[in-house]
């Protein structure tokens, strides 16, 4: 099938199956079984030269079933297909975000680099990189959206690591503030510090925009990473992860991916594929949501500020690169209410539509409180630097009717309102 006549979402439904391999099924079947069978001890052979990188798998070759944990069929034919939305070479499908996150970091860090992250990152990202890399030798500074690249350049070298930077990693927008960090900036740092026997990478989780929102790779990145519960999952019923990049990048990963033994299981392919069919119409209708409960809440007389994408105004300083990074505002919102952790407590408490739960990106709506949920873990004072508080919440708009959607919202604020005048009175 040629892949530049038809749009990915078009795609979606056939890339990368053959029916006449699998009994004329117009769907792929769950491949459940944990070896294959070779036709020839030869072919055996052939398979793990290739797998095991002995030799370079020739031009009109394709790599051999030989193990669940090293390939699959829903497993590849997954990976061919989630390539297509970020026109990446190769593609790793892991078991959780979290353990894609974890494996890139793994493999392209070694005892005595340096990492430079954004900050905020999601809590377990920020906990793997506080709590897990400095047991092995990795150093660690963050940077914010306010610094210049100029400050950012001067933080390394004044670190006295500028010759052991190995990679830059970012979250944008971030988690949970809608702070976007510039992917192209972040890759002129990489190439300052980049030298003939070392090169900089620059790895962005795009887990809130992407994979339709947001082409990192066409931005200067060499490693994009997804939660793929998230959007690409869509449905609250599975874990995964995905990392895109290069054919060398991403074969490095996926050697490391064998060795941990941490990717999906044929049913979580075969699930994450059902939901790519449907992820355009999802993510769009998530999106129109959005804009209007945005709207609705920075209008609110309980609402101290909305986190939005779709609010950032024309004449801010942000508004040209949210424009050339983006191509929507997303479905993730966050905002401060009036009266602290108490107050947003009680709006939590009062949800009637969405659902009291971390995660996002679901088919659902879903409400959570990053302060002392999702970013628990994360350092205090770096809290109230960053602006997580206890006064802020974060909503994943779902597909429910919009209307439904903001009658929640509004009569969950009336119950807020009603607290605050009762103790008022007291």
Known sequence: MNVDKYAPESLMMSYG???????GAVKPPIFQTSTFVFKTAEEGKAFFEVAYGLRKQSFDEEPGLIYSRINNPNLEILENRLCLWDKAADCAVFESGMSAISTVLLEFLSPGDLLLYSSPVYG???HFIHHFLPKIGIDAIGFNSDQSYEEIVAM?????????????YVETPANPTNDIIDISSCRKVADIFSTKNREVKVAVDNTYMGPLWSHPLQLGADIVIYSATKYIGGHSDLIAGAVLGSDEIIKRVKVLRTFLGNMPSPHTCWLLLRSLETLKVRMEQQMKNARKVASFLNRHPKVEKVYYLGLIEP???????????????????????QGG??????????LKLFKLAVSLGSTEGLAQHPASMTHAGVDPEDKIRLGITGKMIRLSIGIEYVEDIIGDVEQALAKVACLAEVLEEG
């Open 315 to 337: 004449e801010s300083k942000n508004y040209d690169l949210y424009k050339r990074q983006y191509n929507a505002p997303g479905a993730m919102i966050s905002f401060d209410i």
């Open 17 to 23: 199956y053959k029916p006449e391999l699998s009994e």
């Open 124 to 126: 377990g990202t920020d």
């Open 341 to 350: 952790e108490k107050a947003a407590f009680q709006f939590l408490n009062n």
């Open 156 to 168: 390394v070298e004044q670190s006295g690591k500028a010759d052991k930077l190995a990679m830059i």
